[in-house]
């Protein structure tokens, strides 16, 4: 092969990029069962290069959760010491449910499931929550019984969202489901 060509050709981790981003646009619009062509078509590149990156749909969406909470992750670090980070990371995932509303539905069925696949990834999740809450805690923001048991609760109701047909009736739900939470859990007085 041509060195000119080969270094022109996008390395597999751009390729996976393109792939997942394909994939979260596509899967927000159709659905986590769409066809995979469409990721193909919209990502720019051939067939084989998904199932090269991606086996099945299965290594597909997970491959999206782990970067959802990757981002989660990075959520948590930039609110680390504020004490209203919780909120904010209440606020990240509100937000992730109205614009990524098909894997946020698919998380939410893989985790009533108890599908043990995802197991590591609901553990990643909660634990980047739990120094978030307890400083809310420490601060007296938040109820001091709240749990990060109680996480998966919470995020539950901020699935309310997903009812809503089109992006801007997901965010109105998820903003009353955000304003409604975070008035419970604030101490009263």
């Known amino acids: 092969m ?6 022109r050709r996008p390395n597999a981790a751009t390729r996976r990029t393109q792939l997942l981003d394909a994939a979260d646009a596509v899967f927000s619009t159709h659905g986590v069962h769409a066809p995979l062509e469409l990721v193909v078509e919209r990502a720019g590149v051939g067939r084989a290069t998904l199932y090269r990156q991606f086996p099945d749909r299965h290594a597909l969406l997970f491959a ?6 990757d981002r989660l992750q990075e959520q948590a670090c930039s609110v680390h010491g504020h004490p209203e980070g919780f909120f904010a990371l209440l606020g990240y995932l509100a937000d992730r449910v109205v614009h990524s509303p098909a894997l946020a539905d698919y998380w939410r069925s893989s985790a009533h499931q108890q599908d043990l ?6 553990v990643r999740a909660w634990e980047a929550f739990a120094p978030a809450l307890a400083q809310a805690k420490a601060a007296g923001l938040v109820h001091a019984d709240v749990q990060q048991a109680d996480l998966p609760l919470l995020s539950g109701m901020l699935g309310a969202a997903l009812r809503g047909a089109t992006t801007a009736e997901r965010e109105r739900l998820a903003q009353r489901a955000l304003e409604l939470i975070t008035t419970g859990l604030r101490p009263r007085g």
């Open 2 to 7: 041509n060195p000119s060509i080969s270094s």
């Open 64 to 69: 999206l959760m782990e970067r959802s909470i």
């Open 117 to 122: 696949r995802f197991a590591p990834l609901r």
